[in-house]
Nanobody
Framework: QVQLQESGPGLVKPSQTLSLTCTVS??????????WSWIRQPPGKGLEWIGAIASTGSTYYSPSLKSRTSISRDTSENQFNLNLYSVSPEDTAVYYC???????????????WGQGTQVTVSS
């Protein structure tokens, strides 16, 4: 079965870059039909979709975050990455990677999730 694992620093200073990696096993990130997504959940709030990368390398981003977000991939390692630039304490959240079923749209559906990783933005 497909497994996803987030990794990266748990503490980031304001104005710096939040960088995370999602390592995928049991399935290829280049397989058709699926997108590979980043989602976050701030404390006390709901899930927020950040963006996704397709099997072809195409990307989509949330309009509210696209100016600060970059998603990339390393197919040789079966990994995809999140860079969120110029962070503030409002970016503190649990960050998840997940496999999204089809092209992202008004709603989202995922079949596999990572366990999530806490990232705190603080000086």
């Amino acid at each position: 079965q497909v497994q996803l694992q987030e990794s990266g620093p748990g503490l980031v200073k304001p104005s710096q870059t939040l960088s995370l990696t999602c390592t995928v096993s049991g399935g290829s990130i280049t397989t058709n039909w699926y997108w590979w997504s980043w989602i976050r959940q701030p404390p006390g709030k709901g899930l927020e979709w950040i963006g996704a990368i397709a099997s072809t390398g195409s990307t989509y981003y949330s309009p509210s975050l696209k100016s600060r977000t970059s998603i990339s991939r390393d197919t040789s390692e079966n990994q995809f990455n999140l860079n969120l630039y110029s962070v503030s304490p409002e970016d503190t959240a649990v960050y998840y990677c997940a496999r999204e079923m089809g092209r992202p749209g008004p709603s989202h559906e995922y079949d596999y999730w990572g366990q999530g990783t806490q990232v705190t933005v603080s000086s």
